[in-house]
């Protein structure tokens, strides 16, 4: 995933949005709130919240667990972001130990 998208690709993201389900519209959802991060805190926040709806109905399976800790891990480093961004640094500081945490147990998965 790249740091930062167009404005073309953002809209493109946005547009594809209503017409995914399931993985597809769970990657679209992150990578979204990704790349609005800096510039709509808000709109980003919002994303991640359907995003974690979603992720818990597809990734239910136990077999599955190493791509829920992936996706939490893309969730938890946009909220630290956000957080780092508004000066809330307690709250930064923990969603980035969460998140180094997930990227950790990934780790101990593919290690």
């Known amino acids: 995933m790249d740091l930062y998208a167009l404005d073309s690709e953002v809209v493109a993201l946005e547009t594809t949005l ?6 597809a519209r769970l ?13 709509q805190n808000d709109r980003s926040l919002m994303l991640l919240e ?3 709806a979603l992720l818990a ?23 630290g972001e956000i957080h780092w961004l508004h000066g809330e640094l ?6 980035a130990h969460q998140a180094l945490q997930h990227f950790s147990a990934l780790q101990n998965f593919t290690g």
Not at 18 to 23: A, E, I, K
Not at 27 to 39: E, G, H, M, P
């Open 50 to 52: 359907d995003a974690n």
């Open 57 to 79: 109905q597809i990734t239910s399976d136990p077999s599955q667990i190493e791509e829920r800790i992936q996706y939490q891990s893309r969730g938890d480093l946009i909220r």
């Open 18 to 23: 209503s017409f995914l389900d399931g993985t």
């Open 27 to 39: 990657n679209n959802l992150l990578s979204l709130a990704w790349y609005l991060r800096q510039s």
């Open 90 to 95: 307690k709250q930064a500081l923990k969603f």
